[in-house]
């Protein structure tokens, strides 16, 4: 009965990941029609993006709370809420805040599901943490190749942008239903959450996190807004040309996260994910220096950089192990908000250096990441 349990817990988990990356897939074919019927320019949009941000790093930041507080179940639940609700205004926002106000309440409502899924998935899978971690993000990249397949063919024949978030919000509906079904586990602290709280924040191994987070987030984050812009500026391709290359890159990404978790349960979490970093780093930057011939090299690149994050969060829950959803919480809080400095300063560089000088950042952050790991797994062990 048990395992009945934590089969549909693990489905609902699947689930959640599939349908908010059919959400988010729909930002790339949506905006320019953003940009017409609200009347906005890109810096505006910008804007109202950066709002979704916002909601993620609050998501975040309160899910970790939350968790330890109330129980999982009751996260769950107000993430599936929060995320319904702003899928099921998407399609009546008539002005610019409404649009911002349903991207704010996307970023909060599935950040409180990542930091849920994110520390109990490996409470139910010990022994294999690493396979049921990419296995549950490998269905957000799954989610995310079903989004860009149908998307671009609906608006094509005609559907409005407003009907099929309408048919989203079916899906998210569903959602809310599941969350009264799942059995989440209870997981005891039996010392004061106060007390162990104020010792995360003094330990430096939590910093450490953060920054490796931090140029995870940053290096993925470089590829996929940067990948076709680069193909385009610096070799003219055609959208259709510099497309395929990036389908290569997300199928690859997909994959590798289906597939990751069995090798590293092969290698052990942090020696492969230091081999995986590696890996990518060395493709984009080969791809970099073969210049034209070789995209399908950085396109490759997907399959490395698909495991880290996910992987970090299981090696968060090994360091970490009696206040996991809140150091959690509090890493992806703290590691968002200096991504998105970085990632800003990364869109200077593109302006003022030009895109294929500003790729290098991509491969730069995945080896200081190596770095960051190697120096966790050195403090870990000395603890």
């Known amino acids: 009965m048990k ?28 905006v320019p029609f953003f940009l017409k019927e609200f009347h906005i320019n890109n810096t505006q949009m910008s804007l109202v993006l950066t709002f979704n941000t916002i909601g993620s790093i609050i998501g975040s930041f309160l899910g970790g709370h939350l968790c330890e507080k109330y129980g999982h179940k ?48 490996p409470v139910l899978s010990i022994g294999f943490e690493s396979i049921l971690m990419n296995i549950t993000h490998f269905m957000y990249g799954l989610g995310s190749l079903t989004g860009q397949s149908i998307y671009g063919i609906l608006l094509e024949y005609g559907l409005h942008w407003r009907k099929i978030y309408l048919y989203l919000g079916v899906f998210f509906v569903i959602s809310v ?15 004061n959450r106060e007390e162990k709280r104020k010792e995360l924040y003094k330990n430096p191994i939590i910093y450490l996190f953060v920054a490796a987070v931090t140029f995870a987030f940053l290096s993925e984050s470089v590829v996929y807004t940067w990948f076709i812009s680069y193909m385009r500026t610096s070799y003219g391709f055609n959208p259709g040309d510099a497309a395929k290359y990036a389908t290569v ?15 590293l349960n092969k290698t052990g979490n942090v020696k492969g994910l230091k081999l995986y970093l590696l890996s990518g780093a060395f493709c984009i930057l080969t791809g970099l220096l073969l210049r034209d011939k070789g995209l399908l090299v950085i396109a490759a690149s997907g399959f490395f950089m698909s495991i880290v994050f996910p992987t970090l969060m299981v090696i968060t829950n090994t360091v970490f192990k009696e206040t996991t959803s809140f150091a959690i919480g509090l890493i992806t809080t703290l590691g968002n908000i200096f991504f998105m400095i970085f990632f800003n300063v990364t869109g ?24 960051i790991i190697t120096l966790i797994d050195r403090k870990a062990v000395k603890e």
């Open 74 to 121: 009751f996260v769950f639940f107000i993430g599936a809420l929060t995320a319904s609700a702003a899928v099921l205004i998407a399609p009546f926002a008539s002005n610019i805040f409404l649009l911002t106000l349903f991207n704010f309440l996307f970023g909060l409502g599935r950040a409180l599901w990542a930091v849920t899924v994110d520390s109990i998935i």
């Open 249 to 263: 890159y997300y199928f690859l990404f997909a994959l590798g996260r289906l597939a990751g978790g069995f090798i």
């Open 3 to 30: 395992d009945n349990k934590n089969i549909f817990l693990i489905f609902t988990a699947f689930y959640i990941y599939f349908i908010m990356a059919l959400f988010e897939s729909t930002r790339g074919n949506f």
């Open 177 to 191: 239903v599941f969350t009264f079904f799942i059995k989440a586990p209870g997981i005891k602290i039996n010392i």
């Open 348 to 371: 200077a560089l593109n302006d003022f250096a030009g895109t294929f000088a500003a790729f290098f950042i991509a491969p730069a952050s995945m080896i200081i990441c190596y770095a």
